[in-house]
């Protein structure tokens, strides 16, 4: 007699439940996963002692008929899915029929529900996978359905939950982020007698991020529209083509399939002044369904990549609709995972738009300094992106066609010519004398510090500035509605009138809106960094012919780095050749750097691709490789500025694309508000 014999269904639900209930949050996420395909507008979660001895959910959803009511904890038993061609096109939450016989197998459920075409409703109860009790009942319309101590017959996984306030903590993040992505229906929770969120229907997305986060995160968080992306599939007919327009992609499409697929994105992601320490802000719904993925995840650092250190994450609340079979959802039991069709498209996408929005929203920067320092010897770029190191991503990309994998965010140089026009500060003079670290008086005269002229004249409405230093002379009280609203725009830097620096490394300015302090270095990096990639973009990278071409002598690895990237180098304004073995000559480099920068710029340059994979992302290495040059060449802390000086790098600074961030990441200017030094000075 044979060894292998079929598992009875109670054996494999609870091996089922393995994959599918984690913790009281994923039995929240399928409950609610399968309330919402059940057309629920109205959604009560209540739990007890963080989900482990209670979770119930209530919704006004369709319900369900006896028969099925009873069908629905088989296993892969499910209403939405009929045969193998309805798995390429998924329009629900739910497909895959485990979630009710999973559950059930691990706790003591009570599901009562009744759809509108039955008069009465029907109540089952499940202990272990036991069935207990089916009888009919007198209910409402839709679904209730309460679980009991869950794992309370599975004592290993039991002991792997956390702490009650933890486990609730995932359950109440959950439900917060299923209420943001559905904002026009009710959703309810509650812990014990305390209430945790309740939203009413709301028409937009903004509303339910104000009605869950209150407005200072608003503030904080930049609305990125609906946009769109077309990927044309097949060659387009003489009425669909535009000049210019992507070509054919060779997919191995099917011949009735749509010329084209549109991306579309929406949602909010956080100013680059919010730094978190971990991922868990980031929320990514992919046709409206909660997902953890990487390619997702890659693709929102890059996009904040030079603008945050690379140990932090922003807040996001991404929503990417797409057609359903563009996205393989079926690779987890779990759900959360997904596979593009088109990854590095969709990729691209996410990334551009986000960073686009990003640069178009000019966020000013925080008056707090900035929250972890990155060290000042870190090496520029010395990561890919926020976090999630190459190596970790290089799994996800394997099965993606690289195809557009390489295409660069859209550098149109948007506010042309102004770091060009303006004349340039030569920063070989600027770093002749490095003194000692002190403080000491601005190098030119600088414009005397007053309170009454500028900063006051341009306050809107009916605040004359006579009036206010009437108030100051005479001690009083300073009228709150005379002093100018924070400035949130930083085209006010090219006001600042500079006073001197601190330390000779930061420049103190008045600004209409109080006191600015602008570190130097990083100030004068951003803007050479965003100079050489706009000349990088628009393919025309100053360069300086060295006058001996300099040999250097590369390790194998750098050797093998090196031919990878000699292509993106030469374009950056390296002139190399190989040279025997191991051994480059360098005959000229970008004219923004010194002579005697360059090899230790090649050396770091090599450092920071070590170990990517061959199909990491170009943009990546370009903007890694302009803010390796940018950083070598910014005029240094220790250097002594004359008010000319500071007031170009200022001016300069202002018409940069990002001035609130070096492109490392780190803070280039603390704000200190008029509003602030009243307070301050208890004015007000
Ligand atoms: P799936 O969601 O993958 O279909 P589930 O085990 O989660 O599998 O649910 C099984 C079936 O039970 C669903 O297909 C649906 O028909 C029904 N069902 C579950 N929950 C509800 C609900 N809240 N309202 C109406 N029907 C439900
Ligand atoms: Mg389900």
Request: net charge negative.
């Amino acid at each position: 007699m044979g060894r292998i014999r079929i598992l009875p269904d109670q054996v494999a639900n609870k091996i089922a439940a393995g994959e599918v209930v984690e913790r009281p949050a994923s039995v929240v996420k399928e409950l609610l996963e399968n309330s919402l395909d059940a057309g629920a507008t109205d959604l009560r979660v209540e739990v007890e002692a963080g989900g482990r001895r209670l979770i119930r959910i209530a919704d006004d959803g369709g319900g369900m008929l006896r028969d099925d009511a009873l069908l629905a904890f088989e296993r892969h038993a499910t209403s939405k899915l009929r045969d193998v061609k309805d798995l390429l096109s998924i329009a629900t939450l739910g497909f895959r029929g485990e979630a009710l016989p999973s559950i059930a197998s691990v706790s003591r459920l009570l599901l009562e529900t009744r759809s509108q075409e039955e008069t009465t409703g029907t109540r089952i109860e499940i202990a272990g996978g036991r069935m207990l009790r089916c009888e009919e009942a007198a209910l409402g319309g839709g679904t209730v359905i309460t679980v009991r101590d869950l794992f309370y017959n599975v004592p290993a996984r039991r002991k792997f939950l956390r702490t009650e306030q933890t486990e609730l903590a995932h359950v109440a993040s959950l439900v917060t982020h299923y209420s943001l992505a559905h904002p026009a229906k009710t959703f309810l929770l509650t812990s014990g007698a305390a209430e945790l969120l309740h939203v009413t229907p709301v028409a937009t997305l903004k509303e339910r991020v104000y009605q869950v986060f209150g407005s200072q995160m608003l503030d904080d968080l930049v609305e990125l529209g609906v946009r769109e992306r077309t990927l044309r599939l097949r060659p387009a007919t003489a009425a669909e083509s535009a000049p210019g327009g992507p070509s054919a992609a060779p997919f191995g499409q099917e011949p009735d399939e749509p010329a084209s697929r549109t991306f579309r994105l929406s949602g909010f992601v956080s100013r680059p002044q919010v730094q978190k320490g971990n991922r868990n802000s980031i929320f990514v719904f992919v046709n409206g369904r909660l997902i953890r993925d990487r390619l997702m995840l890659h693709a929102l650092s890059s996009a904040y990549y030079n603008l945050i250190p690379p140990s932090s994450y922003p807040f996001a609340l991404l929503f990417l609709e797409c057609d359903a079979e563009e996205v393989d959802v079926n690779v987890h039991p779990s759900k959360t995972e997904v596979r593009f069709r088109h990854g590095p498209v969709v990729h691209d996408f996410v990334r551009d738009t986000i960073r686009e929005r990003l640069i178009e929203s000019r966020p000013a920067p925080a008056f707090t300094p900035a929250a972890r320092p990155v060290p000042e010897g870190a090496p520029p770029g010395g990561q890919p992106a926020a976090g999630l190191p190459y190596s970790e991503f290089s799994q996800a990309l394997a099965n993606q066609e690289p195809a557009a994998w390489g295409a660069s965010v859209a550098e149109e140089p948007r506010s042309a010519g102004l770091t060009g026009s303006t004349p340039q500060p030569d920063a070989a003079e600027i770093m002749e004398s490095a003194p000692e670290f002190s403080l000491r008086p601005p190098a030119a005269p600088a414009p005397r510090l007053d309170f009454t002229a500028p900063p006051l004249e341009v306050t809107p409405g009916p605040a004359p500035s006579g009036k206010l230093r009437r108030h100051l002379d005479a001690h009083g009280e300073f009228p709150a509605e005379a002093v100018p609203p924070p400035e949130m725009s930083l085209s006010v830097l090219s006001e600042l009138r500079p006073l001197g620096q601190i330390h000779e490394s930061f420049i103190v300015a008045a600004g209409r809106d109080g006191l600015w302090i602008v570190d130097q270095h990083v100030a004068h990096e951003r803007v050479l960094f965003e100079q050489v990639m706009k000349q990088r973009a628009a393919g025309r990278v100053e360069m300086q012919r060295l006058l001996m071409p300099l040999i250097v002598q590369l390790t194998s690895e750098q050797q093998i780095d090196y031919a990878r990237i000699a292509d993106e180098l030469h374009a950056s304004g390296f002139e190399t050749e190989p040279f025997g073995q191991r051994t480059i000559a360098v005959k000229a480099a970008p004219a923004a750097i010194g002579a005697a920068n360059v090899e230790r710029i090649l050396f770091e340059i090599l450092e920071t691709v070590e170990g990517e994979p061959p199909g990491a992302s170009l943009d990546d290495l370009r903007r890694s490789i302009c803010a390796s040059i940018a950083c070598r060449a910014a005029i240094k802390i220790n250097t002594r500025l004359d008010a000319g000086k500071m007031e170009w790098l200022l001016r300069a600074l202002a018409a940069t694309d990002c001035p609130m961030s070096c492109p490392h990441g780190r803070p280039i200017a603390m704000h200190y508000s008029t509003r602030e030094i009243l307070k301050a000075f208890h004015r007000m």
